[in-house]
């Protein structure tokens, strides 16, 4: 059976993305920060006669994530999906807001990536980092978090050129706001109940998951 490790996997395109993988006869790890959370969603596979497994990981703590993958023996697709947003004028940031994204957003990625190397050369698998639109291009009010996935977005392209050789792949997955628990703690967004589903965006997301550079949802 092969298997998918997912970063954020408690809630919204993580949780998504989790049961699709499942479903789709994956064993999935499910990596969070929430116990009871990443529960649920073990819960919700294992009723459905799939398979998963907990594993507690803050992605922004590089000594939580390098525990985190020494309890995956083997490692076929690692999925790339922690990120939080915070959003306004770029006058009304705070400075721990600020670390907050980066650390999550952007040192979670290199963290995680790092750590799932080996095992993702072993097997010759995939790994897809998920960026969103706001790594295509600049939005109102998201400067930061734009900041964070322009990073993302350029750390992947430069690991595509740095692996080209090898047999092992990294796709940047592009998709626009999604009606998930994201938007939560903000008025950015008047109704996020208009999104898209993170169901949908995961199908699509699974169904092109060859190894390709890129999986563009929304543009």
Known sequence: MPNVAITGAGSGLGRALALQY????????????????????????????????????????????SIAFQQIGQLDVFINNAGIGIFGPVDDYRVDEIEKTLDTNVKGTIFTVQSALPLIRESKGRILTIISTAGLRGKVNESIYCASKFAVRGFTESLQQEWEDEPLSITAVYMGGMNTPFWENSTHVDNPSKLKGPEIVAEQIFSEDDGRKEIIIDR
């Open 22 to 65: 499942a479903k789709n006869g994956y064993e999935v790890f499910l990596l969070g920060r929430t116990d009871n959370k990443l529960h649920l969603v073990k819960s919700e596979i294992d009723d459905a006669g799939g398979q998963a497994e907990i594993i507690l990981c803050d992605v922004s703590e590089q000594a939580s994530v």
